[in-house]
T-cell receptor
Framework: DGGITQSPKYLFRKEGQNVTLSCEQN?????MYWYRQDPGQGLRLIYY???????QKGDIAEGYSVSREKKESFPLTVTSAQKNPTAFYLC?????????????FGEGSRLTVL | AQSVTQPDIHITVSEGASLELRCNYS??????LFWYVQSPGQGLQLLLK??????LVQGIKGFEAEFKRSQSSFNLRKPSVHWSDAAEYFC????????????FGAGTRLAVHP
């Protein structure tokens, strides 16, 4: 079945460590996104990529980095510069930037900083 | 700036009762509006979307939503709630960057009493 796979599902990190969250999709979608979800705040866009080897900052990109070397993969690195990294991270993809409007989401990765 | 407000953080209804979840948006042009549902610990699934045309849109799982430009609202409704509808519901509007750069509301958590 086609879909989006995020790993790991749960991750614990010590302060000062970088951590990379994996996101892989087999939907052949051009666009991919990373959102952060905090209780009571909805989802906020971290980074997005419309095509391979190109990505743009979202609303809360500070302390995060991404790469898009392959169409199906869009890993997110949470760096030690991110002041409050404990959150639920969601990866999504869409066919493109056209009017379909539908984002397909993975099941998320929960990061806890100890 | 574009924004989405979901006034109700938590709603509890009895199984079989009707449901209305409120969503108000702020957007300068014709909005593209969405409702997503999230089960605990999962990603989001698109329920329905409005781009143009008929202001009453039908979605999956028996949900519908009505776009009211005069009230800047896009409320989600269901005539008879099932226990499996217990989840968190997010309203979203397409932001200035394009159709798929969504701005989400903070969410409404729905509990269903048997």
């Amino acid at each position: 079945d086609g879909g989006i796979t995020q790993s790991p599902k749960y991750l614990f990190r010590k302060e000062g460590q970088n951590v990379t969250l994996s996101c892989e999709q087999n939907l052949n979608h051009d666009a991919m996104y990373w959102y952060r979800q905090d209780p009571g705040q909805g989802l906020r866009l971290i980074y997005y990529s419309q095509i391979v080897n190109d990505f743009q900052k979202g609303d809360i990109a500070e302390g995060y980095s991404v790469s898009r070397e392959k169409k199906e993969s869009f890993p997110l690195t949470v760096t030690s510069a991110q002041k409050n990294p404990t959150a639920f991270y969601l990866c999504a993809s869409s066919i493109g930037a056209g009017p379909s409007g539908e984002l397909f989401f993975g099941e998320g990765s929960r990061l806890t900083v100890l | 700036a574009q924004s989405v407000t979901q006034p109700d953080i938590h709603i509890t209804v009895s199984e079989g009762a009707s449901l209305e979840l409120r969503c108000n948006y702020s957007y300068g042009a014709t909005p593209y509006l969405f409702w997503y549902v999230q089960s605990p610990g999962q990603g989001l699934q698109l329920l329905l979307k409005y781009f143009s045309g008929d202001t009453l849109v039908q979605g999956i799982k028996g949900f519908e939503a009505e776009f009211k430009r005069s009230q800047s609202s896009f409320n989600l409704r269901k005539p008879s709630v099932h226990w499996s509808d217990a989840a968190e519901y997010f309203c979203a509007v397409a932001g200035p960057g394009g159709y798929n750069k969504l701005i989400f509301g903070a969410g409404t958590r729905l509990a269903v009493h048997p």
